[in-house]
Every structure is written in structure tokens, then in C-alpha cells.
């Protein structure tokens, strides 16, 4: 299985515009790894994208990407879907005034469908759809979707009536868990896995970072570390990075080395490819 994390930043990645913090300004003078675009993640044997942030046109540019032929939106949240207008660039002919192949399969829950078009941008995806650029397919808890050879199972987290998602190929198997990471639920199928791509969730160690504190929405990185345990996860590949923890991208991996040197963890980058 190949994949690309063609964006590891969050809600607010650095560089944040207007901001002169130090983190905002290495990624502003360095570029990647320090910068980072929104969160998204590409499965290569399934031209499969996992989500569409805002500067998706950029990443799928950036990384040479030439087949995007189903898409999984996480859920509603602006910063994994506010890039959805890239399904019309990739499938629309503006000459023909037709859409250029197939429509792509745009795989949402019922329900964040429903909070999108309350929220989000949920009409534009029904305007697609009417111009046959993509297919809207429901997304149910344990309910396979199969893509050729990859398969990837849609695991529920009744707290936020969020997602995540384990992408499994032969043997190989890797969760991806973007984001709605609060009293996250482990299932019997999660076990023995290669790879957790798990969102980065605040640190109930005050003394790292500028002691951002989540808790009232998300799980504690320390107890992402007990679920990867309990998955028994060989790498940890955090992403969902946001500037407000106040870590450059060396700092955060300088904690792999020291604070959390007994567990398989890196942060990850942009255009990271992975493979297993
Ligand atoms: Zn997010
Ligand atoms: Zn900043």
C-alpha cells in the first residue's frame, strides 16, 4: 500500500496569515516541512482522497497526483471540506459543458451530510451532483467499501458521531483517524495494525509546548498513545498539526526522541509518502 499525506496541518496550520509567531514565520521563510496545508491523505492503489481541504488543488498539483476517483469526506468540518469545488476542476470538461469521465464517488455519512448543508458547504456537493461530476454514496458504520484491492472499514465514535477509518490491503492495515477524536472507541477489527495516522490532540503534560488545552472537545495525546498501544500500532504518524501548539516541526520530533522516546511516533509533513 502507498500513500501520500498530502496535507498534515489542521483547522489553523502554520503559517497562519497575519501571524508573526515563530512558527508561523520558520514556515513562512522554510516551506515544507515546517509549512503545512490542511489535512488530507491520498490512497494511491484506489485513486482514494481523504478529504478536501481548502488548498487540495495545490496538494494534488504539488504531489503529481493524475487520478482522484473516489473521495471519502471524514465529516462536515470546514477545514477537511471547504477545497469540494476540486471535484468540478478534476471531472468537468468546460468545453463540452460535460463531465470529463465517470462521476467521482464522493463516499459522507447520512448525518454529516445533513450537518453540512446546515454548516458547511453541503449544497455544492448537491450542485456536483446534479451535473454528474460525482455520485453521492452513504457512508455507514462497519459497512466495507471496496476499492479493488483496498478495502476500508468506517468505524463510528458515538461522542462526536464521527469517523475513522482503517484502510486495509492483503495484510496490511493502517487507521486513519483525521479528526472527532473525543472518547475515541476502539473495536474488536483494530488490532495488530502497521500504521495509526491519528489526529494531534492536546498534551495533558502542561510544561510542552504553549500548554493548548482541548480537553472539553478532544482526547489527550498521552491517551492516543494508550489506544495505539492497545491497537498495537508497529508506527505512529501524527498529522492534524496545528500552530497553536507552538511547535516547530524539529521540536515536535525532538519529542519523539525525548519524552516519548518509547513509542513508534513521528509527526508527519507534507507530501509524506508512505509506504508498506
Ligand atoms: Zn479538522
Ligand atoms: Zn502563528
Redesign the pocket.
Known amino acids: 500500500m502507498k500513500l501520500n499525506l498530502l496535507g498534515s496541518g489542521g483547522v489553523a496550520p ?3 496569515p497575519c ?3 515563530k ?3 520558520e514556515a513562512r521563510q522554510k516551506g515544507i516541512p515546517f509549512l503545512r496545508t490542511g489535512p488530507s491523505l491520498y490512497v494511491y492503489d484506489a485513486g482514494l482522497l481523504f478529504d478536501t481541504p481548502d488548498e487540495i488543488r495545490i496538494q494534488l498539483n504539488r504531489e503529481n497526483i493524475d487520478k482522484v476517483e473516489n473521495i471519502i469526506l471524514t465529516h462536515w468540518h470546514p477545514d477537511h471540506t471547504q477545497g469540494l469545488r476540486v471535484m468540478e476542476q478534476i471531472n468537468f470538461n468546460h468545453l463540452t459543458r460535460m463531465p470529463k469521465g465517470r462521476p467521482i464517488n464522493v463516499f459522507i455519512a447520512p448525518k454529516q451530510l445533513v450537518m453540512m448543508k446546515n454548516y458547511g458547504s453541503g449544497n455544492i456537493l448537491l450542485y456536483l451532483e446534479s451535473k454528474k461530476i460525482i455520485k453521492i454514496l452513504p457512508i455507514e458504520h462497519r459497512e466495507i467499501i471496496e476499492l479493488g484491492d483496498i478495502k476500508v472499514l468506517p468505524l463510528y465514535i458515538p461522542k462526536t458521531q464521527g469517523y475513522y477509518f482503517m484502510i486495509v490491503e492483503n495484510r496490511s492495515k493502517v487507521v486513519y483517524a483525521p479528526c472527532e477524536y473525543h472518547e475515541f472507541k476502539l473495536y474488536e477489527e483494530v488490532k495488530n495494525i502497521d500504521i495509526f495516522i491519528p489526529h494531534h490532540l492536546y498534551f495533558e503534560d502542561k510544561t510542552i509546548g504553549t500548554g493548548a488545552d482541548y480537553s472539553d472537545t478532544e482526547d489527550s495525546f498521552e491517551m492516543m498513545l494508550e489506544h495505539s498501544g492497545q491497537m498495537n500500532a508497529k508506527r505512529i504518524i501524527v498529522t492534524h498539526i496545528d ?1 497553536s501548539f507552538g511547535l516547530s516541526h524539529i521540536e515536535l520530533n525532538d519529542l519523539c526522541k525525548t519524552r516519548f522516546r518509547d513509542y513508534p511516533i513521528e509527526f508527519g509533513y507534507d507530501g509524506q509518502i508512505i509506504e508498506l
Open positions: 502554520p503559517p497562519r501571524c508573526n509567531c512558527v508561523c514565520t500552530e
